[in-house]
């Protein structure tokens, strides 16, 4: 099951924001989050907000097809517009995620895109990427897909062994994920991503390399490295509570990471968030930046959430529902909060101590200073940045990030 929304104040109906939210709006980025909540399978490990049903119904008979999606989306970009105003930003950043959003026909993640560029205007330089499912694309789709405007695009690899993939409930073949780079490389697109997970359960250090040398041989720019979490409420959580499947432990998740790290730094990968590495500073997300940066987003889709000047909110969960408010005029958010100086100093640590550039000093108290001051002198925080003012993980660091940014919030 997906996981719960959180608890929060309601919505207007129209969506309006705070006016504070929106001032000095021009000197943040803007991005647009589109969620596709459809899989043909739901994969043992996923909690996120996705269904393998082909239409499901929603309030007042609307219906939530696949279909249809793309449409009732395109609703929620227009709504995007009235809230927003007359913001004068091109969106920076546009990213399809899921579910498997390549289960919808090309042309409509296009036009999905069209909207958000009919409406905002696109930076010239923007990023427009969308996740896919390797066995749900061929060349065909994805010259479609490029010559709409999508320029980067990442592909669920996970493993490059059937036994693992079978664990994980993983539809493609091995060695698929690997020609859908060349084909997407074939298309025109400039950044192709592949996505890995570790720790899986039967998962062998051999394993884990074989997935790693396959992943960099195909020829991406950009590899994103996972550690497996067994989310309550998932297949996978069953099975290892049944002890059908091993679990993996902390040691095996730090060892399989730097593995990962010596394998990709060897290749010509250099990390700049904890679980991303790029061949090149362009080959970064810069969609993911905007969140780990605090900047501003709307996220379109049913679950969806957003941020805009300090305001958080998400929309209802199940499809039927989503469509049914835009369809009867009504912003589909289901609650929203609005963060204090607290809460956006403490996620301004969480967030940017992953990244390679570190957070700033600054943001932290007498105890947090303190804290980071012994992480310097156990290994865990590099000295020169530190002295410079800036909290950067080492590599032991990184294995450890959790636990160093409890100890920076104090």
């Not at 010596?262 to 990968?269: I, K, M, T």
């Given at each position: ?8 104040e ?8 705070p006016?504070?939210?929106l ?17 043909a ?8 907000n ?10 007042g008979?609307?219906?939530?097809s ?5 449409e009732?989306l ?7 517009r ?32 069209g909207?958000?560029?009919d ?6 330089d ?14 065909a789709?994805?010259?479609t ?7 980067r ?25 690997e ?9 025109g697109?400039?950044h192709?991503n592949?996505?890995?997970i ?11 390399r ?15 490295a ?13 099975r ?12 095996v ?20 968030e ?8 362009a080959?970064?997300?810069l ?6 940066r ?12 957003s ?7 998400w ?6 529902a989503?469509?049914g408010?835009?369809?009867a ?6 609650g ?22 570190g957070?700033?000093?600054?943001l ?9 001051g012994?992480?310097?002198?156990e ?16 590599l ?6 959790d ?8």
């Open positions: 099951m997906p996981s719960a929304l959180p608890d929060g309601p919505v207007p109906d129209d969506g309006a924001l006016a504070h939210a001032a000095d709006a021009a000197d943040r980025p803007l991005g647009f989050y589109l969620h596709v909540p459809y899989c399978t739901r994969c043992g490990y996923c909690d996120f996705t269904y393998t049903a082909t239409e499901l119904r929603g309030s008979g609307v219906l939530a696949r279909d249809n999606y793309a009732t395109i609703d929620e970009v227009r709504l995007a009235k809230v927003l105003g007359d913001d004068p930003r091109p969106v920076r950043t546009v990213f399809v995620g899921g579910g498997t959003p390549t289960l919808l026909a090309a042309d409509d993640l296009v036009r999905m895109l909207a958000v560029r409406e905002f205007g696109l930076a010239d923007a990023e427009i990427t969308t996740e896919a499912n390797p066995e749900s694309v061929d060349p789709y994805l010259a897909l490029r010559a709409g405007g999508f320029n695009i990442s592909f669920g690899m996970q493993s490059a062994r059937q036994h693992v993939l079978q664990i994980l409930d993983r539809t493609h073949t091995p060695g698929r994920p020609a859908c780079v060349a084909e997407a490389r074939a298309a697109f400039d192709v592949l996505d890995l570790y720790g899986t359960p039967g998962e062998s250090d051999d394993d884990w074989a997935s790693l040398d396959a992943a960099i041989g195909a020829g991406p720019d950009h590899v994103s996972y550690a497996l979490i067994v989310e309550e409420g998932t297949q996978l959580a069953r290892i509570r049944r002890g059908e499947v091993p679990m993996t432990d902390d040691d998740h730090a060892d399989r990471y730097l593995m990962a790290e010596d394998r990709l730094s060897q290749a010509g990968f250099s990390w700049y904890v679980s991303n590495w790029a061949t090149s500073e080959g970064r997300c969609h993911n930046e905007l969140y780990w605090g900047a501003d987003w709307w996220g379109a889709g049913p679950g969806a959430h941020h805009v000047g300090g305001v958080r909110w929309n209802v969960k199940h499809p039927g989503y469509a408010a835009l369809a005029g009504r912003s589909p958010g289901a929203r909060e609005l963060l204090s100086e607290e809460d956006r100093r403490v996620e301004r640590i969480l967030l940017e101590l992953r990244l390679l550039s957070c700033p000093l600054s932290l108290r007498a105890e947090g200073l303190a804290a980071a012994r992480a310097v002198g290994g865990l925080l590099q000295a020169g940045p530190y002295e410079a003012g800036r909290a950067v993980l080492t032991r660091g990184r294995l450890l990030a636990g160093i940014v409890r100890d920076l919030v104090d």
